[in-house]
Each structure stands twice: as C-alpha cells, then as structure tokens.
C-alpha cells in the first residue's frame, strides 16, 4: 500500500507497535459494534487484528500528525455490494475513528484522500461505502464526501452473534468524483 497523506494526516500500514493506540479506541462500545465487530478484549487481540490487517494489504492506519497517533483506520477492501454491476472495477471504503477525535472532521479528510487514490491511481469505475441504519455519523461523512444513496440491504452480523442489521450503500462513480473536482 502507498503512503497517503492529508494536511493532518498520514494514512500508512500498519505495525505491530500500533496496538496500544487500536485497542485505545478499538474497546469502545461506540466503535465496534458501529462497524459489525465487538470490542477488543485486551491489547493481544487488536495485536491479532493488525497481523489481519498486514496480511490483507487494504486497511490504513490514519495517524494524526499533531500528536504522531494511531487514532482510526481507513480500508479500501474488494467488495462489490451491488450484482448487477460486478463487471466494475471497485471498492469499499470502510473505517473507524477514536471517539477522542470525533467532530474534528478528519474521517472526511481521510475518504477524500482516499476516493482520491481511487480514482486516480487505482481507476477504479466506483467507490461503495456503508453504514448500519442506525449510525448517523456515518451518513453525514458520506454524503460531505460526494456519495449518494443506492441502496439498502438486510444482514445477519456474524461478529455479533448473528444480530440482524440494515445497511445502506452509497456510492460515487469516477465521472461524479471529476464532475466535484471541477465544480470546487
């Protein structure tokens, strides 16, 4: 994964020595159970999860340069929440923030930056995002960011013993990113 960076930000791998900041906010009630998985446990396992998140290559640790500080991550993972359109090239952006540093609006500095990697670097066709129907904080970062709302799908959260949730899609296409950048 390249290196992305913002005015506030560095979006880079992860590393093992990252796991006191991941579990900081990955024990949170609020973050967890907002993206489909429950709160880590103790540091060892936020340990295990960024060994995933190195073995799979998609997720970014989003730094906080202020401070030098783990404080989310960012993905952008092969998924293709749409059958009829999986002849696309595309993506998922997916993420999680430290409550600490929630209304600062860096979430949004780090979708932009990184629907700008997409398709600019990637040439990706489309970008999907989702967030449970209860979440919306989520909703609001996604429509600042230039998605626009497609659909709605019913699901069973496995990582949460099988609870049943609403996830709404959105998506930006590459002529909607280009038809933003002029219009800024």
């Not at 390249?2 to 093992?16: A, G, M, V």
């Not at 540091?43 to 799979?56: A, G, N, P, T, W």
């Not at 990184?114 to 066709?125: H, P, R, S, T």
């Amino acid at each position: 994964m390249e290196t992305l960076t913002t005015e506030r930000l560095i979006l880079r791998e992860w590393k093992i020595s990252d796991s006191k900041d991941l579990y900081e906010y990955a024990k949170s009630d609020f973050v967890g159970p907002n993206a489909g998985w429950p709160p880590h446990k103790n540091e060892e396992e936020s340990k295990e999860v960024i060994k995933l998140f190195i073995q799979e290559n998609d997720t970014y640790a989003v730094v906080l340069k202020e401070e030098n500080k783990v404080i989310g991550s960012i993905g952008l993972h092969e998924r293709k929440p749409d059958e009829n359109l999986v002849d696309l090239k595309q993506r998922e952006i997916g993420y999680v923030l430290n409550p600490k540093y929630w209304g600062r609006g860096l979430i949004p500095e780090a979708v932009n930056r990184v629907i700008q990697y997409g398709f600019e670097i990637l040439n990706l066709d489309i970008i999907w995002c989702g967030h449970f129907d209860s979440n919306h904080n989520s909703k609001r970062v996604y429509e600042k960011c230039g998605f626009i709302y497609r659909f709605q799908k019913k699901q069973k959260l496995k990582l949460l013993n099988n609870k049943e949730a609403i996830t709404l899609y959105y998506s930006i296409t590459k002529s909607d990113y280009i038809k933003n950048i002029r219009e800024r």
